[in-house]
């Protein structure tokens, strides 16, 4: 083993706690991924040959009103539980380079850490990767909103068909423009929520920037925000009743409800992130290694999310 491994195994803990000496960054932008974070909607876990999320689906048909107190019971089997199944998608992060680039970087008056950038690079590249499928629909089997959250409120998702099976649709609304926007969120957050006090109503929206800037008009005269953190970086998430109202670059005028116990991305406790051992390239004067992330995002109750799109 070349050690050269040494420094990217112990350069990659302080890239994770600190990315610092590193060249300054031009295009990523991880804003949603870290709210899922910060609201404990990554979730990490060992894993199977499939990911399955138990889901309570159903009242219990056999529960009535007794007319008599000796009125006869239902006896037959209660069957109210049920599973959503997903498979298991794949992200794959490559990092080589050359024994000259170490060479050119390994002086004190070096312009940046040449391990530690690689590896702030792959962790960025890796998350980004999250943040921009989410808005997808499948990308090679990791599955995106547009699985989970339709505008029909319906489809196929986890094998479940919700044009059989309503309780698996999602909340679904319309708007225009400014004039309806608040309304039309309004009714989709209610519609997901189901009443008042709710510890399911939503807690995070999304879309892109332009589109949170259309609703951040409309209320101007009473604006809301929330985290103190954010007054520092200059106001970035609105509140909208429950919810913390993020952008993402990579959204759109559609915008995103859920809520980190409906809909969460589930990693390989073992394998999630997970720093790759660094190999001597055979026949040529370089290194590589792999950053690599076993996950799936899903979601064990598809009518708590909603959207609102054109």
């Avoid at 050269?4 to 991880?30: F, G, H």
């Amino acid at each position: 083993m070349a050690l050269v491994s040494q420094m990217v195994a112990t350069s990659y803990p302080a890239v994770l706690a600190e990315m610092k000496k590193n060249p300054a960054n031009q295009w990523a932008e991880n804003a949603f991924l870290r709210e899922l974070e910060k609201q404990g909607a990554i979730k990490r876990k060992s894993l199977g040959s499939s990911i399955d999320v138990p889901l309570d689906y159903q009242r219990n048909p056999g529960a009535t009103f007794l007319s008599s107190d000796l009125a006869p019971v239902s006896m037959t089997k209660t069957e109210v539980i049920t599973h959503a199944t997903y498979d298991i998608a794949e992200i794959s992060v490559p990092g080589t380079w050359s024994k000259k680039d170490e060479a050119m970087n390994s002086t004190e008056n070096k312009k940046v850490d040449l391990v530690a950038s690689i590896n702030s690079n792959s962790i960025t590249s890796h998350d980004e990767m999250i943040e921009q499928y989410v808005f997808a629909t499948s990308t090679n089997g990791f599955l995106g909103f547009g699985t989970h959250i339709v505008s029909t409120g319906q489809g196929s998702d986890a094998g479940i068909d919700s044009a059989t099976y309503t309780f698996w649709r999602n909340q679904q609304s319309t708007y225009v423009d400014d004039t309806d926007i608040e309304s039309a969120m309004t009714t989709v957050w209610n519609a997901c929520a189901k009443g008042s006090g709710s510890s399911l109503s939503p807690t995070w929206a999304v879309s892109d920037g332009a589109t949170q800037a259309l609703f951040e008009g409309t209320q101007q005269a009473q604006q809301r925000y929330v985290d103190d953190q954010d007054l520092k970086a200059g106001f970035k998430t609105i509140a909208f009743k429950t919810a913390r109202y993020v952008f993402s670059q990579f959204g759109g005028t559609s915008i995103y409800m859920g809520n980190p116990k409906n809909f969460y991305i589930v990693g390989s406790k073992e394998k999630f992130r997970e720093q790759g051992d660094v190999q001597e390239i055979q026949n040529a004067n370089g290194y590589h290694f792999n950053l690599y992330s076993a996950l799936q995002a899903v979601t064990g109750n598809r009518s708590r999310l909603g959207i609102v799109h054109l």
